[in-house]
């Protein structure tokens, strides 16, 4: 496996305080062709369920892994990809949305210390803590003063995990503008991903109404159709799906500017948050 204290490409994505994402380029390869990396990923892969084996066995320390990304940046894929040869019985991966009711009674940092894993086991969280810095100073839902002094708390947390035996591996998937309204574009154009991208990509309520609209809408097509066509082929269903879904694409294709000018004010906190 490679090594972080000698290995250059590990070096360079080492974060500093001085870290400035425009300074990093998203299409970096790092010299590496697609499929010799592909064949050292595999290398790669059974030296993580080496080493995840030890550690549990052990019980000794564990490890949290921390995932930070813009949307569509690959955290689902990073995950299923890197923890492909663990054992699952040592790993535990919690997503952090918006909080509910019973989150929001209590300090922010409670729902997050709930999912710290246990000795001898790996720990991923597909978003963070620091959501509760970002996403909340993006969309101005608490004032300055209450994100501000959130810094400290983490940096305190976080201590505390390490005081305690778990080592913090704190990873931001960067992508550009450009790849990121790409892969946004794919999930608007792809049926089986649009809901997807309304529920999880802008969270909220008119994510619900989207939604309901268009499954109202393919509902009641089919009943009309089934009076006047008798029983539907599959292929008569997906064109009835296709014309539910027309004004929901156009709503969805409006809301990915919101989205993008969300991101780029998301990509500015975390250069001001590394400094």
Same mark, same amino acid.
């Given at each position: ?17 001085? &870290? ?13 062709? !697609?499929?010799?990396? !592909?064949?050292?990923? @595999? ?7 080496? @080493? ?6 052990? =019980? ?11 949307? +569509?940046?690959?955290?689902?894929? /990073?995950?299923?990809?890197? @923890? ?18 019973? =989150? ?36 101005? #839902? ?5 994100? !501000? ?11 505390? @995990? ?6 913090? &591996? !704190?990873?931001?998937?960067? #992508? %550009? ?28 309520? &008119? ?5 309901? #609209? ?13 009076? /006047? ?12 799906? +296709? ?8 709503? +969805? ?9 969300? %991101? ?9 948050? +590394?400094?």
């Amino acid at each position: 496996m490679s090594n972080s204290a000698t290995d250059p490409v590990v070096e360079r994505c080492l974060a500093d305080s001085d &870290i400035d994402l425009d300074d990093h380029d998203p299409r970096e390869t790092f010299g590496w062709d !697609k499929a010799d990396a !592909k064949d050292q990923f @595999l290398v790669e892969i059974e030296a993580v369920s080496d @080493l995840q084996r030890r550690l549990f066995a052990a =019980e000794q320390a564990a490890v949290l892994v921390v995932l930070q990304a813009m949307d +569509a940046g690959g955290k689902d894929g /990073t995950i299923r990809s890197v @923890l492909t040869g663990v054992n699952p019985a040592g790993v535990d991966v919690n997503a952090f949305g918006v909080p509910t009711e019973e =989150e929001r009674a209590h300090d922010f940092l409670w729902r997050v210390h709930a999912h710290t894993p246990q000795k001898g086991t790996i720990g991923v969280f597909n978003r963070s803590h620091y959501e509760d810095v970002l996403v909340v100073r993006v969309k101005e #839902i608490v004032p300055e003063p209450v994100w !501000k002094g959130r810094y400290e708390h983490i940096r305190n947390f976080e201590q505390l @995990l390490t005081d305690e035996g778990t080592s913090v &591996i !704190k990873i931001f998937l960067n #992508i %550009s503008d450009e790849e990121q309204r790409e892969r946004l574009q794919d999930r608007v154009d792809d049926p089986d991903e649009r809901f997807a991208l309304l529920a999880s990509t802008l969270e909220d309520s &008119i994510a619900t109404v989207f939604r309901q #609209i268009a499954m109202n809408r393919f509902e009641h097509a089919c009943h009309t159709a089934r009076r /006047t066509e008798g029983e539907l082929s599959v292929e008569r269903f997906g064109e009835l799906w +296709a014309e539910s879904q027309t004004d929901m694409l156009d709503k +969805a294709r409006a809301i990915e500017d919101t989205v993008m000018e969300q %991101s780029a004010r998301q990509r500015q906190t975390i250069d001001e948050m +590394a400094r």
